[in-house]
């Protein structure tokens, strides 16, 4: 079989898969708007509402999903369960899900009924949501418009963002909570004279450690130490308790000239984001703190640990001692300021990382601070260096796109359209990865080749 047989009938047998798919998705979407329909039609309200009354025990409502979706009938959800197959408490909480999508997750429930979601994502989005205020859920669901490709730590993170914005006294005062329980401790010393530390610290003060640690033991590295990275992460500890005597070194780079060892404390960039509706969000060494917001209470985001964190956070983050704060405006992301090399400008890398924030091949989630930055067209082919021709890529999706038939097209800044080796196509922007599907005709011929897609 020639190369060219053996891609035609890899790209049918692919797409007979993904038929098949879309297939068994259609049955289960009928199957959520059955019981949607159920659910309307067994809506319980108090004791009157109830079916009947059967040995003496009153069929009562029973809540299986979020603040403000229906109670429904207790009676009629075992039969509903009886016929769905499945276990009583598996049963109730499947159908909660649905109820939990239908009334209190709307944009997610016509994602799942309209195709662009795939069932199983919402019932995941749903556990996560039931908890939360209807008005948390409602931003979550906002949020969510058509997201098929969020991934399941940017969903809890997301969630996580619900409670500081629409339930901020509970989360403050669980935050206080779990502070309180932070430690640290030294086990009793083993047969070989070697202790386990364990502790439990504030993520920033954990990631000030981190950097410590890192920073002496690259130092160490330089003056000789051939140890492994983490025997000398080990020793650079150590040397922290006994105060940080290879700052005074300044070792220098030998390739960059870049001084490793550096004055100590708490470093803090703010990136400050200005919108025309005059919402003010500032990122803060990774972190972003938000202004007044018609959408609840301010939230920032700590790009570093990728996760919200309250504004209250963010100042006592601010107070430590010895920290030093640069605030670096960050207007504009699609602005075009090109230059005239092949060589990137870190002004067009932090651009292209606040904006694309994650690695922009289908469905990765690599941060975009941890990607290399491409030239959507190469430099080499006309391609200018400018933030509206350059990519944020994980090494990995870097090579696929510069060595394979992978390719991409940039819709707008921060938008971009993926074509497989095959000629199945991506959307890829900030709401994750979106499949464009489209009409194969086959043709009558025995080796099943498909026309090239419709456009």
Not at 110 to 118: M, N
């Amino acid at each position: 079989m020639d190369l060219a047989t053996d891609a035609r009938s890899t790209a049918v047998l692919l797409s007979r898969v993904g038929e098949r798919i879309r297939s068994r998705e259609t049955l289960i979407v009928e199957e959520w708007e059955d019981i949607a329909t159920w659910a309307s039609d067994h809506v319980v309200t108090g004791p009157e509402g109830a079916a009947t009354i059967t040995e003496g025990y009153l069929d009562t409502g029973v809540p299986i999903a979020g603040d403000g979706a229906p109670l429904v009938s207790e009676f009629g959800l075992m039969e509903l369960i009886a016929v769905l197959g499945r276990s009583p408490d598996g049963g109730k909480a499947y159908v909660g899900r649905v109820i939990e999508c239908a009334w209190r997750l709307p944009h997610v429930y016509a994602a799942v009924t309209t195709g662009r979601l795939a069932p199983w994502r919402a019932e995941r989005i749903a556990d996560l949501t039931r908890s939360l205020s209807a008005d948390a859920a409602g931003f979550v669901d906002r949020q969510l418009f058509d997201a098929s490709g969020v991934g399941w730590a940017q969903l809890e993170r997301l969630v996580t963002e619900a409670v500081l914005r629409f339930d901020p006294e509970k989360a403050e005062a669980e935050r206080v909570e779990a502070a309180d329980q932070r430690r640290f401790d030294i086990g009793a010393v083993d047969e070989h004279g070697l202790v386990h530390l364990d502790g439990l610290l504030d993520a920033a003060d954990g990631h000030d450690l981190d950097l410590a640690v890192a920073r002496r033991a690259e130092v160490l590295g330089r003056l000789g130490d051939d140890s492994t990275l983490d025997v000398r992460r080990s020793k650079a500890a150590a040397e922290l308790t006994r105060q940080d005597l290879a700052l005074d070194l300044l070792i220098p780079d030998p390739d960059t000239g870049e001084i490793v060892a550096t004055s100590p404390g708490r470093k803090v960039v703010l990136n400050v984001h200005i919108t025309d509706t005059t919402i003010t969000d500032t990122t803060i060494t990774g972190t972003t703190a938000a202004g007044d917001n018609p959408f609840g209470n301010p939230v920032g985001r700590w790009d570093e640990g990728r996760c919200p964190i309250t504004s209250a956070q963010i100042r006592e983050w601010l107070r430590t001692k010895d920290t030093t704060v640069i605030v670096r405006p960050v207007i504009g992301l699609a602005d075009h300021v090109p230059v005239g090399s092949y060589e990137i400008p870190d002004r067009h890398r932090t651009r292209v990382i606040l904006r694309d924030q994650t690695c922009r091949f289908p469905h990765c989630t690599r941060p975009a601070t941890r990607c290399d930055v491409d030239h959507a067209r190469p430099y080499g082919k006309g391609g200018v260096t400018c933030p509206c021709n350059e990519v944020a890529l994980c090494r990995r999706h870097h090579r696929a796109k510069t060595h394979s038939t992978w390719r991409y097209d940039i819709v707008m800044p921060g938008t971009y359209v993926w074509t497989s080796p095959t000629g199945h196509r991506f959307r890829v922007d900030h709401r994750g990865t979106h499949p464009i599907r489209v009409e194969r005709h086959r043709s009558s011929d025995t080796t099943g080749d498909p026309s090239p897609p419709d456009e």
